[in-house]
């Protein structure tokens, strides 16, 4: 494998070595997510876009813009069902994809549990900084320096 790049010119176009840097962690999960996606889809026979299908192949790399919209789109399917229906796409343990779907829902659930715990906690807390720095004179928010 040659050292430089200057190298790879004098190399066969042919023969010539496909160089790929390996997936982050994210894209990774950004891949799994989109073949998620398709098998819910599929399930609920929807049509998948060539945009979709061609996230699945496996040398594609994603910015996290567009891995966000897939989490996104995954995630919004999966809501916008009834919990009879969700319950029976993603807890049906015949079909591996469904048990990854059942982990990757219960792991997005998790997570916006948690977000949106952070965000009631810090909204509190702007609420008693604004109580609290309404009671300061001017003179007293002067020598805070607010």
Request: charge should be neutral; proline fraction near 3%; hydrophobic fraction near 30%.
């Amino acid at each position: 494998m040659p050292c430089k790049s200057d190298d790879l010119q004098n190399i066969n176009p042919n023969t010539r070595p496909t160089i790929y840097i390996d997936p982050t962690p994210y894209e990774y999960k950004i891949k799994e997510t989109v073949k998620l996606l398709c098998y819910v889809y599929g399930w609920l026979d929807k049509d998948i876009s060539e945009k979709l299908k061609q996230a699945t192949n496996e040398k594609i790399y994603f910015s996290s813009t567009e891995g966000d919209k897939w989490i996104s789109a995954l995630c919004k399917v999966l809501t916008d069902m009834s919990i009879e229906d969700r319950d029976q796409l993603i807890y049906d343990n015949r079909v591996k994809l469904s048990r990854k779907l059942a982990d990757w829902w219960e792991d997005n659930v998790e997570a916006d549990t948690k977000k949106l715990e952070f965000e009631k906690k810090n909204e509190r807390r702007k609420a008693i900084r604004a109580l609290a720095l309404g009671k300061l004179t001017k003179e007293e928010r002067e020598v805070l320096g607010l």
